[in-house]
């Protein structure tokens, strides 16, 4: 991670900070006399709407030739599809050449997770991934296949075993010289996550109670993965494959529509009102983070295209303790996938 001053670091995680980014900041725009992308290929989760349809929209403005949505709905896929397409047409001179194909990816299964990356391998190149699907959930859903709360499942764990499968794909369609990204969008929330899970052991097991805040579990969820995408580039070099975490700021979007009509919704509905940028606005950091940072954004959160802090914990010793803990928990939940041996594999 890079140095930043406790004193830094704790001021980033307040609340004026926040409202000072979300009224006087924005990510930059990325402009194709900057960044051409002609000829690679990326994939977009979650991208039928929300910041990854807008994400999706900026990455073919800047000559993207093959961008792969990956949606649960197949049937929504195809609609973001098409509007993506009839955008572009009249816009590129090459949009005849330009394919956009919708694949499907459930990441409350790991049976979809699977079965998507293992049809990643066909593919000719894959030059980044941007992990933005995620959930909000209003009331404690346990997923059906593995009796785990349904955020942490799709936020955390899906989104980590997604990621460490897709690692050696784009290693090999990559060099060292040039090596694939994987972006995992992130969030202001972790900062403020209350965690009040942080002293169970075994700690997955704590996010099954059925007791939990709605609201708090979102941002512990995001955590998680910030703790993740730190363990994991301390064990994966840039030179394999370049992993940031972008935060997009309080966005317009659909995230908390569970909420509609409860105490809650109405506060948030205000702040967003106030506050939440156009997800257009919002993309620009996903885009950002996957085609403009190198190297130097291995493990790192970026906001408003610059490098910053995560969330306070994660430079306390505690959070040291944490991260060692859940660690050794997300390899055993996924070594059915044999997830060590494939990060054993990249020192071969």
């Known amino acids: 991670m890079s140095n930043f001053t406790p004193a830094a670091i704790e001021k980033r995680a307040t609340q004026g900070a926040f409202f000072k980014r979300q ?22 989760t979650g991208a039928n709407t929300g910041l990854g349809l807008e994400c999706s929209k900026q990455l073919l403005e800047l000559g993207l030739s093959q961008l792969i949505i990956a949606v649960r709905s197949i049937a929504k896929g195809e609609e973001a ?12 001179s090459d949009s005849s050449k330009v394919r956009v194909e919708v694949w499907p990816l459930d990441l409350a299964s790991y049976e979809s997770i699977l079965a998507f990356v293992e049809r990643t391998k066909t593919l000719d190149r894959l030059d980044v991934v941007v992990n933005n699907a995620g959930i ?11 009796g785990h709360e349904e955020s942490v499942q799709v936020n955390f764990l899906s989104t ?10 784009l290693r090999s369609k990559n060099t060292p010289q040039r090596p694939g990204r994987i972006t995992i969008v992130s969030s202001d929330t972790p900062a403020w996550a209350k965690f009040k899970e942080q002293d169970t052991r075994p700690l997955l097991a704590g996010f099954d109670d059925k007791a939990f805040f709605s609201v708090d579990r979102y941002a512990t969820s995001k955590l998680l993965g910030q703790f993740f995408i730190y363990e994991l580039t301390k064990r994966v070099p840039s030179s394999v494959v370049v992993i940031n975490g972008p935060n997009p700021g309080l966005c317009k979007s659909g995230l908390v529509r569970e909420y509609r009509g409860t105490f809650f919704g109405f506060i948030f509905g205000i702040m967003e009102a106030i506050l939440a940028r156009k997800p257009a606005v919002g993309a620009r950091a996903l885009t950002d983070a996957a085609v403009n940072h190198g190297p130097e954004s291995h493990g790192q959160f970026i906001e408003d295209g610059k490098l910053a802090a995560w969330a306070p914990i994660l430079y306390k010793s505690k959070g040291e303790k944490i991260r060692k803990q859940l660690w050794e928990e997300l390899m055993g939940e996924l070594a059915f996938a044999g997830v060590e041996d494939i990060l054993k594999g990249l020192s071969a």
């Open 136 to 146: 909000s959930k209003r009331v404690f859903t346990p997923n059906v296949f593995t």
């Open 160 to 169: 980590a075993l997604l990621t460490l499968l897709l690692i050696p794909v």
């Open 81 to 92: 599809k098409q509007q993506l397409l009839n955008q572009y047409r009249g816009q590129r």
């Open 23 to 44: 009224l006087f900041n924005e990510p930059p725009v990325t402009s194709r006399q900057k960044v051409d992308l002609t000829g690679q290929t990326i994939i977009v």
